[in-house]
């Protein structure tokens, strides 16, 4: 994944935890609380996509162990 499109994901997620965090606040009706499912739905498909990114990013290099005779 290009830095760009980490960019945005990362931003979406962010923007999803705000309106999710909003909504719990807020969830009185019916209607909201079926908005606030989905959201949360969303939110975790792509904090699991963020995730596995930063797990890629964050794999170490083998270390090359250089032998001495």
Do not use: I
Request: net charge negative; hydrophobic share 30%; aromatic share 10%.
């Amino acid at each position: 994944m290009n830095s760009g499109t980490f960019e945005e994901l990362e931003l979406y997620v962010q923007t999803l935890a705000f309106q999710v965090d909003g909504l719990r606040k807020q969830c009185k009706d019916q209607k909201s609380q079926e908005s606030l499912q989905q959201l949360e739905k969303d939110y975790l498909h792509y904090k699991k996509m963020y995730d596995q990114e930063v797990a890629k990013m964050k794999k170490p290099e083998p270390k090359r162990v250089l032998e001495e005779w």
